[in-house]
């Protein structure tokens, strides 16, 4: 893409090992904001802000205006903070036309019912495979990339590439594929379909776990990854690929926040609708996952 590299801001929440990116023009005041982390105390069931509020302040002191709230798949490791920050900031909220694969599967398990107000209408917009998404100056395209969950897409804005949960830095692989709709031979098939881009485009992911202790790593490329990927660098074909993913989800635990994620996130990231005593609840199933 002929024009100047996008502005990349991080914002990184230690509780869920989360990355958000502020996207901004390099000249010019226009903004997206790439997966915005809700804080959330699983043992009070209590919601908090300090993470948005740090977003919001950076954009406030430049002047920015958002036009993107955008989503890289329906989380299962933290709530969005996408309707939060729409109402402090404006924008449009976004993720991908799998979605809806996402929150069939998901209203089943939670027994909602087909009158949960769970479809196309929690997003303001769905985006197709290789639709176009303009950020004032800035043109770019979403990538379709399933196997982690069928909502899954990368935003390709100018240099650089958000990933979501596909790829790790090189040195922690790849996502999981054993949540409802996962698999790990499309998860390779969309990997591949990311690593054919320009060797020097600049990968953005989602999470950092500090393998060994090391520090914050957020920003590798299409050249290291495929150089150094310990899961899907060249030369990993997509039968050991699919054989080392099979075997590594059998041994990981549910996430922390899974339950409670989904359920709001599959939502755009609103809670259900309170109850006759003013309280929004979330419901747990019991053994079912």
Partial sequence: MN????????????DTNSLTYLVAEPEGGHAAIIDPVLDYDWKSGR??????????????????TVDWLLETHVHADHISAAPYLKAKLGGRTGIGAGVLAVQRSWTVIYNLGDDAGIDADCFDHLFADGEALEIGTLSGRVLATPGHTPSCVAYHIGDALFVGDT?????????????PGGDASTLYRSIRRMLDLAEDTRIFVCHDYQPGGRALAYQTSVAEQRAGNKHVKDGIDQAAFVAMRTERDRTLSTPALLLPAIQMNIRGGRPPAPEANGTAYLKIPLNRL
């Fill in 3 to 14: 024009q100047p590299p996008p502005d990349v801001t991080h914002f990184y929440d230690p």
């Fill in 47 to 64: 919601t908090a802000t300090r993470s948005a509020d740090k977003v919001i302040a950076s954009v406030t002191e430049r002047g920015l």
């Fill in 167 to 179: 790829l790790f830095m090189p040195d922690y692989g790849t996502a999981r594929c054993d949540f």
